[in-house]
RNA sequence: GGAGGCUUAGCUCAGCUGGUAGAGCGCUCGCCUCACACGCGAGAGGUCACAGAUUCGAGUUCUGUAGUCUCCACCA
């Protein structure tokens, strides 16, 4: 049974092999079993040719872990994987490389040809996460894995759309929305990321029409929309404009008539109180202007140049036409006064640049009615957030949405299925391509030309994975609805929200019970990583360092739910060493085993029953954080038991028995080192599934786990209540207390581990010590203890070091100065007097003793105790020198 | 303008339902002690941002203040 194993151990070698036989022994499978509940996790779809960041680590790390405890606790615990196709995203990318490579576009390919070079594209990088998820680890029914362009998933897509605009929820409109000139597509609310920009405000003036020398002056930062001006607005209780409200001015350079307005929209105190209006072009000057039936005049196209009538302005960029427009009206004595200002200007969350807000044509769906239960299922406690906080943010959100605009003028993507109608001109919506207008019968049909935004598929990512709308579905009756959907907060609002309005109105109900709302990765600065800062941390070149283990440990301790957290490569050092440490303790058991069975004695000792205390112990508070989503405070529970209790007390504590002669003590000690080490490593292994799996495979088994199995497929440690021990626990303590005395004194005299001395003992607690006794021998270093009741007479070379519980004398006086000596007892002595006044003082208030809990007034008094008999010690070893 | 987070040891952060402040890294001292120097033992270092309130008792609850970050809305 005595193995060799080598002292460094190294991540890179287990990785790979152990992924692999998961994968060959079919680990990954979950199957629909009616005696088992089931647990579903659907990963948020990564995009489907991108690579794996920092965030994705922690993220799959954060499900893997649920979902190996959840496995693990006998649940059929399913992680759907998948991908998305990413529309903007992935569109942009094959454009570049098409740019790049080819000098093209996508028009010089045509619809057709380019939508087959981006499925080229995602046939060549569509592997790549997937293979970067496993070495993360990750635990997915990879035989399920899906893509929001499948099949299946398309046909969802169709199915809900259909369904909603036979509801009337889905429809298309002139509206005002949000242009990126650049990806020449329209944006959702959601896609708009404003940022403060230094910018101008100008000051105009527009002559009033008919009255020579009058003019109103309006300040704008957009001076090239004053191009598809049709109004001017004061506030209706401006008295300084009352006389002018419904005169016309005239727009200079343009030189047309337009009406001057009164609307309450207008803030006085802002610039001039005057405001020009461009309704087409102007979310707000839009509504001004359906008030007051202003003209809709569009005068930026699609790209951003302006539209053709214009003159020399036409076909100029929007910025270049600013600055065309500025020199004329300041040659032709317009432009009054130019401020800087500070300007919040909408940005494409995609590539950045400035939107613009135009009247087009979308489609839109219908809010208000689908955000009713979607909030209503937060509320009744349906659906719920952890942290709680993200829970107001989703509601305020909901409580305020907009129509969502989901046509995006893109060619990846799924194709809205409506069908217009060339004789009747009525719309034919459907969910198989109709041959026909479902209206006149007309063939002259022609299919819209816009996709759906990328995160109408998603929306339904947690159904249509497991096979809505097939109401008859085996997968979808039983693992939906999901249980915990896990994910960053920066996509509450693009994704959450949305699957939640959907599962609602879709299947009934919420898609999910529990949202775990996790933070950004951040760098060691605490930006944000990114590719354009080049802060990014390859997730891989970590594992490939340190291991996958150390990096899964790193992301999910030390931080908790929501809040960001800075990634440190150290950190992964040292956990690193933690896998490391589990691999020496592991080594150290093999090179001392001799049983091949794992299974507790009959008879166990103290520090065993202290040890299996402790890990009952263990068990019950990390299963209570899991199940909690505390996994960070249960990924420190156990790494200090590891280290602390098991390493560094229990191991060292069953030396004295492995390496004596008695074989029963011998055997019993390696049973329950195995015992302990086999449960504990089950607690890690949603943490750091390698190591636990590769150590767990060396470790003997009790008889009922059969060859061939693997501790991912082992049940979850229970608490045993046979195994609790709170005396041999106290007892422990009081050893352990006395050994870290003396330590601490030989530390403080620098007297080296190998010099041994002889160690004298006085308590009144003799059977307790007399147990520990040959604990003290080794981890006091001591060649000899003696344990007495009674101080013995002379202590004439003797240093004296003393607990509440006991007294112990080292023949180290030599190395002691007497002096310093008093003058460190003294310091000793004021210290724990004054803890002693404090707790007299607390113990003397009758509203404590009345008020406060009965076991925390106990524990008090208890700690008087022990105080006040450390007090006489101390007094009398002071009074002795 | 509105909402929320954060402010705890030199650094980065934990600290659940209130009951004598913790970790990792760093630092100091002593050790290559037969699992591990990716280690062992010992130690230094916090008036838990500030001011009030509740309580027998507050880092932990409430109110306010300051600094900082984020989200939402958006005034041309």
Redesign the pocket.
Known sequence: MKKELP????PQEVEGRIYAAWEQAGCFKTVRDPDKKPFTIVIPPPNVTGQLHMGHAMDSTLQDTLIRFKRMQGYAALWVPGTDHAGIATQIKVEEDLRVNEGRTRYDLGREKFLERVWAWKEKYGGRIVEQQKKLGASCDWDRARFTMDEGLSAAVRHVFVSLYNKGLIYKGSRIVNWCPHCTTALS??E???KDKPGK?WHIRYPIVGEADKYVI?????PE?MLGDSGV?VHPEDERYADIVGKTCLLPLVEREIPIVADE????????????M?PAH????FEVGLRHSLENIRVIEDDGTISQGYGKYSGLDRYEARKAILADLEAGGYLVKTED?Q??V?TCYRCGSDVEPLISAQWFVKMEPLAREALRVVQDGELKFVPD?FA??YT??ME?V?DWCISRQLWWGHRIPAWTCDDCGQMTVAETDPTECAHCHSKRIRQEEDVLDTWFSSALWPFSTLGWPDENSEDLKYFYPTNVLVTG??II?FWVARMVFSGCEHTGRSPFHTVLIHGLV?D?K?RKMSKSLGNGIDPLEIIDQYGCDALRFNLVS???P?????F?T??C??Y??????IW??S??LM??LTIDRCALPDRLELEDKWILSRLNRLIA?VT??ME?Y?L??AA?KI??FI??DY???Y??LT?SRL?GQDEEAKTSAQQVLCHVLTQVLKLLHPFMPFITEEVWQALPHGAEVGEGTFLMLQSWPAVDPHLDFPEEEKSMALIMEA??AV??R???M?????KKTHLTLVTADAPIFRQGEAHLKRLAYADQVTITTDAPADQTGMVSVVTHAAQMLIPLAELVDLEQEKARLDRELAKVQK?LDGLKT?LG?P??V????AN?VQ??RD?QEKLEALLEKLTQQRQGM
């Open positions: 002292k460094t151990y190294e609310d959601a708009v990321e404003y405000l309006v300040a704008t930062t957009r929309t607005a929209y207008v803030d006085r105190a802002f610039g001039t109180g005057c405001v020009k461009t102007d979310p707000n000057d200002h300007h919040n909408g906080r107001k943010i305020n959100w305020n907009h907060y920066d609002f951040r060691e605490g030390g931080n908790s929501g809040n960001d957290m800075r440190f150290e950190r050092e040292a690193r060493n933690f896998a490391n440490k020496n303790a080594r150290f090179m001392n508070e209570e954080n909690k505390e960070g405070v420190a790494y200090d280290w602390d390493c560094d007390w191991i060292e030396k390496q050994i870290g330590r601490t030989r530390s403080e620098n007297v080296p581990p190998s803890d607390k208030n509203n404590f009345e008020k406060a809990p925390v524990a008090e700690r």
